[in-house]
Each structure stands twice: as structure tokens, then as C-alpha cells.
């Protein structure tokens, strides 16, 4: 069965500094992974996906994931956080069903 | 670029009445989704359409029916409502796997 860790779930940063938001997966196979990001009362929206292709993927919004077999992590990251990144975040992976598991999410607080 | 629209955005229910929820897509799209968000427990999976004329139950069925109407189309019904169905319901679409999820923004539903 495949599973879906976000490592914490509360993140705080102050602005201008940078962001890490922890991924953990665990599958049988190399599974396709995404972040999503969920500001309030808003759906999810997609930030960046990995499909097998290069292992460091560049999303929207300045935010990029690196996924590491080995680890088997997909963690995210900017360099720079800005006050409109506060959101919750949320980690998924799909394989070779139809499905996506989703992680609980971590919301990303950004103080002035 | 309207995408995955969801109607209602906001119900209010009593004990034991009957809903529909309506989804549509305009991506095309093979596969729908519907979600419950809860606080605390992420996004949890109540029902899903693999393809036109297909559907599937997911991690929390009971008490919710489903009726994928035609390609665009995935309604979600409760035949009577209780208040431990209170949630933010999320419908989505995907193109196939290994490809994301798309999400509408939702629909607020309370059940006194």
C-alpha cells in the first residue's frame, strides 16, 4: 500500500527566509508525486509535479521539489518566502491505479 | 478557464434531508473524484470515476451515493444527511494516471 508522510504540520518562517516542507512517501515502485497548495476557503492548486523525469522540478510561485529515491523523499522549497505563500501544502502521490494519496498537510505560517 | 466547477458553494441541511451535489468538468478529462476535507485529517476519498460509466468506492463511502451522468459530469448524493457529515466537499478531475488531480473550490456543507 502505498502512503503519504508530511513530516511536519505547522511550519513558521519569517519572509524573505527560506521555506522547507517535508515529503515522505513510501511505494512498491517509483510513484508520480505533486504538491499542492490550499490558501482559505480555496481548492487545491497544483504547484509542481514529479512524472519520472528530472529529479528536481521547478513549480509555480518560485517553488521547487527534488525527489530523492534513496530517501524516498519529495520535499519543498523556495528560497525566498513572500507573505502570500501562507497556505497549507499538501504532498500526494499516484501509481499505477487511478488514485492519489494524499499526505495531512502543512501549513505554512509567514510572519513580517 | 473555468475547469472543475462545483455547485453548491454553501448548503446548510437538517438531520435526515437529502442532497446532490453537482460537479462538472470542461478539461476533458477520464476521471473524477470526490473528497471530504476535514480539520486534522487531510482529504479522504469517499467516492471515484475511473471512467465514463464506471465508479468506486474509496477510504469513506458509507452514507454518500454517486452518478457519474456523462463524461463531464459527477454528482454526489446523501440520502439523509447527518451532522457527522459536516465537511468542505472537493470534486476533481484528472486526465489519467501519472497525471494530477484538479480540484474545484468546494462545497461548505453543515448539517444540524
Known amino acids: 500500500a502505498q502512503s503519504v508522510t508530511q513530516l511536519d504540520s505547522h511550519v513558521s518562517v519569517s519572509e524573505g527566509t527560506p521555506v522547507l516542507l517535508r515529503c515522505n512517501y513510501s511505494s512498491s515502485y517509483s510513484p508520480s508525486l505533486f504538491w499542492y497548495v490550499q490558501h482559505p476557503n480555496k481548492g487545491l492548486q497544483l504547484l509542481l509535479k514529479?512524472?519520472?523525469?528530472?529529479?528536481l522540478v521547478k513549480g509555480i510561485n518560485g517553488f521547487e521539489a527534488e525527489f530523492k529515491k534513496s530517501e524516498t523523499s519529495f520535499h519543498l522549497t523556495k528560497p525566498s518566502a513572500h507573505m502570500s505563500d501562507a497556505a497549507e501544502y499538501f504532498c500526494a502521490a499516484g501509481g499505477s491505479n487511478y488514485k492519489l494519496t494524499f499526505g495531512k498537510g502543512t501549513l505554512l505560517t509567514v510572519n513580517p | 478557464n473555468a475547469g472543475v466547477t462545483q455547485t453548491p458553494k454553501f448548503q446548510v441541511l437538517k438531520t435526515g434531508q437529502s442532497m446532490t451535489l453537482q460537479c462538472a468538468q470542461d478539461?476533458?478529462?477520464?476521471?473524477m473524484y470526490w473528497y471530504r476535507q476535514d480539520p486534522g485529517m487531510g482529504l479522504r476519498l469517499i467516492y471515484y470515476s475511473a471512467s465514463e460509466g464506471t465508479t468506486d468506492k474509496g477510504e469513506v463511502p458509507n452514507g454518500y451515493n454517486v452518478s457519474r451522468l456523462n463524461k463531464r459530469e459527477f454528482s454526489l448524493r446523501l440520502e439523509s444527511a447527518a451532522p457527522s457529515q459536516t465537511s468542505v466537499y472537493f470534486c476533481?478531475?484528472?486526465?489519467?494516471?501519472?497525471?494530477?488531480?484538479?480540484f474545484g473550490d468546494g462545497t461548505r456543507l453543515s448539517i444540524l
Open positions: 514529479y512524472t519520472s523525469a528530472a529529479t
Open positions: 478539461m476533458n478529462h477520464n476521471s
Open positions: 476533481a478531475s484528472r486526465a489519467g494516471i501519472n497525471q494530477p488531480q484538479h
